[in-house]
């Protein structure tokens, strides 16, 4: 299905979110995180809307070279919304104003310790994208139609685990959780439908 970069897009997102029945984990004695699903234009000339992606930079301490929505820990005193503006800056050179913040997705624990919570932002212009390279190899634009499609999901069971596996398939691009769970969950919720992701396991390289 075909999802158009346009104000329709954008007033159904901001009807849909503030409704969403979100799930947080608190006083589970976990780290707190946050990540910005940012809507955009996608970069080919479709029109369609697409969601930013990057790729970590090689030399990170921790999940180096692996996908991951723009994000990171919470400073002391900030709120999920004020991380994920902030990490989105520091990142990838936008400064979104909180009116840009449509809403905020159900938290996804890891196996590493993070509560992540996704806050969905609309991010008009791609022009002042500048990827700050210590910390992002490249910037990559997933189209939401693509998400939307059914071979686009695969979950698979390991040994490790009684809970599936969730990884997506754009392209030649495989992304694992946490980064797949949220923009599942995300693909979800543009189809209208409310979907649980903090059952879906990440793969076992990712654990630390």
């Given at each position: 299905m ?6 329709d897009?954008?007033?159904?997102l901001?009807a849909r979110l503030?409704?969403?029945p979100r799930?947080?984990h ?5 780290k707190?995180?946050a990540?910005?699903?940012a809507?955009?234009e996608a ?6 809307a ?7 930079a090689?030399r990170l301490?921790?999940h180096?070279?692996q996908w991951?929505?723009?994000g ?6 900030e709120?999920?919304?004020e ?9 990838v ?5 909180p009116?840009?913040v449509?809403?905020?997705l159900?938290d996804?624990?890891t196996r ?5 919570t996704?806050?969905?932002a609309w ?5 002042a994208?500048?990827p700050?390279p210590?910390e992002?190899?490249?910037l ?5 139609d ?11 069971t390991i040994?490790?685990s009684?809970?599936p596996?969730?990884r997506?398939?754009i392209g030649?691009?495989?992304?694992h959780a946490?980064t ?8 979800e919720l543009v ?8 059952q879906?396991?990440q793969?076992?390289f990712a654990w630390r």
């Amino acid at each position: 299905m075909s999802h158009p970069f346009s104000d329709d897009l954008r007033a159904r997102l901001a009807a849909r979110l503030p409704d969403f029945p979100r799930q947080a984990h608190d006083g589970e004695g976990l780290k707190r995180a946050a990540v910005t699903i940012a809507v955009i234009e996608a970069d080919d000339g479709s029109g369609e809307a697409s969601l930013l992606l990057t790729r970590r930079a090689p030399r990170l301490n921790a999940h180096a070279g692996q996908w991951a929505l723009p994000g990171g820990r919470c400073d002391g005193g900030e709120t999920f919304v004020e991380a994920a503006l902030r990490e989105m800056e520091e990142e990838v050179g936008v400064r979104l104003a909180p009116d840009d913040v449509l809403g905020v997705l159900d938290d996804y624990p890891t196996r590493s310790g993070y509560a992540i919570t996704p806050v969905v932002a609309w991010l008009s212009d791609a022009r002042a994208l500048a990827p700050n390279p210590s910390e992002v190899a490249s910037l990559h634009y997933i189209r939401l139609d693509l998400i939307g499609r059914d071979d686009a999901v695969e979950f698979e069971t390991i040994p490790e685990s009684p809970r599936p596996v969730v990884r997506l398939l754009i392209g030649d691009r495989h992304i694992h959780a946490p980064t797949a769970a949220m923009i599942y969950q995300f693909r979800e919720l543009v189809a209208g439908r409310v979907t649980r992701v903090d059952q879906l396991e990440q793969p076992v390289f990712a654990w630390r």
